[in-house]
C-alpha cells in the first residue's frame, strides 16, 4: 500500500509518499509563501500543499492519502467552500482584549475550562468567533473551520472533522468529545455551522478536482486529517497513560497521554485529545519563533546558527533572563497579553550572552508548564524529546538539565506526518508499526546532577520576574 501524506504545519508545507511494502519513504518539505504565518489565506496555503504533493505522488499509485495540519485555526466559508476570512492561526491574538475581558468572570472561566478542556484565550477560534462578531462581521449561517478540515473539505467535498482536531477549537466538550451545545449557545454562536464529526479513522474519496490538482485518479480514500500535535504522539508511539511528548518548534508543547480528560486546580494546563485518547497538555507561544527572533536581531539573518554554538557555555552564569513572551503567553499562565523581553540586562552583557539568555528563558517557561503538568499527573514514565531543539546539541543537553530528568530522543524527523501515516495504516486494517520508521535504536540524553544548583537558581530568577510581570500589575506597567 503506497500512502500519501500531507501536511499544513505552522511554516511549511509537507510530504511524505510511502510504501508499506518495500518500507520506502520520501519526504518533501517547502515553506510556504505567504507574508504573515499569523493570519494566512487559506487558498495560497491549499493551492502550494497540493502543488508540493502532486510533485510528491508524480508517478506513484497512491492508495490512501492522509493529512495533517495545526490546531487552533479558524477560517469561515460559505457553502461553496470559499474562504471569506483569512485563516486566524494560533499565533493570531487579535481576541487578546475581549479574552481578557471574559477572563475577569472567574465563574465563567472555571464553567468554560471544566466543559472544553480550554481556557478563556485569544488562541481558541470560540473566542475568534466572538471577536469576529464584535468586529460587526455577520458569522451567522457560515461554516466555521480550520486549514487542514478546510483542505479535507476540497479533496472530497465533505465538511467533516473528528474530535482530535476539534478539541483544539475551545467548543467540544472534554468529556462527551462532541460539539458542546451549551457552550456554544452561552458564547452566543448558534448560527454558526460546525463540521460533522466522525472517528479519526473516517475516509472520504478524493473528488475529481483535487484529484487533478493532484495528478491522481479520483475516489482515493482520504483519512479526515489530524492535528500535527495529536499526531506527533502517535507517531513517536507514546499513546498509552503516562507517555510525553516534548516537542520544541516554532512553538513549545508538553503532551502527556491520560486515561481520563485531567484538569488543573490553578487552570494552568489544557485538555485536548490526540486520534486515539485524552491529551492533557500544556504550550507556550514562544519556542522557536523566539530563537529565530534573536538571532536576527543579535546576528543576522546570514548568520548560521552553528556558528552561534561554539560561542554558548554552560559555565557562564549571571546572564540576563529573558520571558519568551513575545507573542503573549498560552499555558501556564493564560495571559495573552503578556509580554516579553530581556531583564537584568547590563553593559557587560555581550550578544551570545543574550542569545543564551534567550535558550534559557525558552526552557524556562516550558520547565514552568512541566511543574503544573507533572503537579496534576505525576511524573511520565517516559518523556520523548522532538523538534528544533535537536539541532542545537547545547539547547538539547540544557533542556535535560534544566529538567532534570532523562529525555529520549525521538529517532523521527517529522513524527507528526509519521502518525498521519501511522493513522493511515491502522484505518486500512494493518498495525501502526513499521520497520521504516520502528528499528531505529533511540538516544538518550542525561542531565549532568553537577548542573542542578545552577539552574535552580536561574529558574527562580526567571519566576521572580514571571511575577513581577504579570499584565495589570504595577511593575508589568
Not at 349 to 357: I, L, T
Not at 404 to 433: C, F, I, K, P
Request: a negative charge; charged letters at 20%; glycine letters at 8%.
Amino acid at each position: 500500500m503506497i500512502i500519501l501524506a500531507l501536511e499544513s504545519s505552522t511554516t511549511s508545507a509537507k510530504t511524505m509518499l510511502f510504501d508499506s511494502e518495500t518500507g520506502e519513504v520520501s519526504v518533501r518539505s517547502r515553506r510556504f509563501e505567504v507574508p504573515d504565518t499569523s493570519v494566512r489565506d487559506a487558498d495560497a496555503v491549499y493551492t502550494q500543499l497540493m502543488a508540493l504533493g502532486r510533485e510528491a505522488a508524480a508517478g506513484a499509485a497512491v492508495d490512501l492519502i492522509v493529512l495533517s495540519g495545526t490546531w487552533h485555526g479558524l477560517t469561515l466559508v460559505d457553502d461553496d467552500l470559499r474562504a471569506l476570512t483569512p485563516v486566524r492561526e494560533w499565533p493570531d491574538t487579535s481576541a487578546q482584549n475581549l479574552s481578557a475581558r471574559e477572563r475577569l468572570d472567574r465563574d465563567f472561566t472555571w464553567w468554560y475550562y471544566e466543559r472544553t478542556g480550554s481556557m478563556v484565550n485569544a488562541i481558541y477560534p470560540a473566542f475568534k468567533l466572538m471577536w469576529l462578531r464584535e468586529q460587526g462581521m455577520r458569522i451567522d449561517g457560515l461554516r466555521a473551520m480550520d486549514q487542514p478540515t478546510l483542505n479535507f473539505a476540497r479533496l472530497t467535498g465533505e465538511v467533516s472533522s473528528n474530535p482530535s482536531v476539534a478539541s483544539g477549537t475551545g467548543l467540544l466538550g472534554a468529556e462527551s468529545a462532541q460539539w458542546d451545545e451549551e457552550v456554544v449557545e452561552r458564547l452566543g454562536l448558534r448560527g454558526v455551522i460546525l463540521p460533522e464529526l466522525h472517528e479519526s479513522t473516517h475516509t472520504a474519496p478524493l473528488a475529481r478536482e483535487a484529484a487533478v490538482l493532484l495528478g491522481l485518479r479520483a475516489g482515493i480514500p482520504v483519512l479526515t486529517p489530524g492535528p500535527d500535535g495529536g499526531l506527533s504522539q502517535v507517531g513517536d508511539l507514546a499513546t498509552n497513560p503516562g507517555d510525553m511528548t516534548f516537542s520544541m518548534g516554532t512553538s513549545g508543547a508538553l503532551r502527556f497521554a491520560t486515561r481520563h480528560p485531567s484538569f488543573s486546580p490553578a487552570l494552568s494546563t489544557w485538555s485536548y485529545r490526540s486520534p486515539v485518547g485524552p491529551l492533557s497538555g500544556a504550550a507556550t507561544s514562544g519556542c522557536g519563533n523566539c530563537v529565530d527572533w534573536a538571532r536576527e536581531r543579535l546576528f543576522g539573518l546570514t548568520t548560521d546558527y552553528s556558528e552561534i554554538e561554539p560561542l554558548l557555555s554552560a559555565d557562564r552564569r549571571d546572564l540576563p533572563v529573558f520571558l519568551p513572551f513575545l507573542f503573549g503567553e498560552r499555558s501556564p499562565g493564560w495571559q495573552d497579553q503578556r509580554r516579553g523581553g530581556l531583564v537584568e540586562l547590563r553593559p557587560e552583557h555581550s550578544r551570545a550572552d543574550m542569545y543564551q539568555a534567550v535558550l534559557e528563558g525558552i526552557v524556562f517557561s516550558l520547565f514552568h508548564c512541566f511543574k503544573e503538568l507533572t503537579a496534576l499527573n505525576g511524573m511520565p514514565r517516559r518523556i520523548v524529546l522532538s523538534g528544533g531543539v535537536l539541532s542545537s546539541p547545547f539547547w538539547t543537553q540544557l533542556t535535560a538539565d534544566v529538567f532534570g530528568t532523562e529525555m529520549e530522543v525521538s529517532t523521527l524527523q517529522h513524527s507528526s506526518v509519521v502518525g498521519a501515516v501511522r493513522m493511515g495504516l491502522v484505518a486500512s486494517g494493518a498495525s501502526e508499526r513499521h520497520p521504516a520508521f520502528d528499528d531505529a535504536e533511540p538516544r538518550f540524553v542525561q542531565p549532568r546532577p553537577e548542573r542542578r544548583a545552577q539552574y535552580d537558581e536561574a529558574f527562580a530568577r526567571y519566576l521572580d520576574h514571571y511575577s513581577q510581570t504579570r499584565p495589570g500589575s504595577e511593575t508589568a506597567r
